[in-house]
T-cell receptor, first 116, second 113 residues
């Protein structure tokens, strides 16, 4: 089945210790997104890739970086996690449509990050 | 500033009855609206959408109504089933300006057998 996979599902890190979350997709979608979701809040877009073009949201802290080495994989790097970065991190993909719009987003199951 | 609001954090409905989930938005540029459903330990999955040129879209037991003048949309599930118990996210985007999708905080629906 075509899908979006996130590893690991649960990640525990220490305050200030860099951590990388990964996302892979078999849908061959050219757009990939990273969202942060805290408890009972809306998923918040951190950034997205349109093919190789990186698009950062204005309010995404510099502490969050991303890499997309190929169409299938996308990584979220948190350089120095703080206690406030504990959250669910969701990866999503979509395909582009005519006119520069994107189609429905398909989400992975998320990685729950705990910062000690 | 919350551009997409779901003012009811939770809702309980008896099996077989209608579930109505509400969503309000503030950005008049939004022209495309979606509902996503999320089970525990899974990512959100697309449920149904509606373009601003319509006021109703139906898919089986799910119907979305859009009231542009009130900047309000609602998702109706009828009849409700226990398997519908999940968190429902309302989302909106301004497709004509290729803007990102903005999600609401979600409403947790419990369908009681």
């Amino acid at each position: 089945d075509a899908m979006v996979i996130q590893n690991p599902r649960y990640q525990v890190t220490q305050f200030g210790k860099p951590v990388t979350l990964s996302c892979s997709q078999t849908l061959n979608h050219n757009v990939m997104y990273w969202y942060q979701q805290k408890s009972s809040q809306a998923p918040k877009l951190l950034f997205h890739y349109y093919d190789k073009d990186f698009n950062n949201e204005a309010d995404t802290p510099d502490n969050f970086q991303s890499r997309r080495p190929n169409t299938s994989f996308c990584f979220l790097d948190i350089r120095s996690p703080g206690l406030g970065d504990a959250a669910m991190y969701l990866c999503a993909t979509s395909r582009d449509l005519a006119g520069g719009n994107t189609d429905t987003q398909y989400f992975g199951p998320g990685t729950r990050l705990t910062v000690l | 500033d919350q551009q997409v609001k779901q003012n009811s954090p939770s809702l309980s409905v008896q099996e077989g009855r209608i579930s109505i989930l509400n969503c309000d938005y503030t950005n008049s540029m939004f022209d495309y609206f979606l509902w996503y459903k999320k089970y525990p330990a899974e990512g959100p999955t697309f449920l149904i959408s509606i373009s601003s040129i319509k006021d109703k879209n139906e898919d089986g037991r799910f119907t979305v109504f859009l009231n542009k003048s009130a900047k309000h949309l609602s998702l109706h599930i009828v009849p409700s089933q226990p398997g519908d118990s999940a968190v429902y996210f309302c989302a909106a985007s301004a497709r004509t300006s290729y803007d990102k999708v903005i999600f609401g905080p979600g409403t947790s629906l419990s369908v009681i057998p």
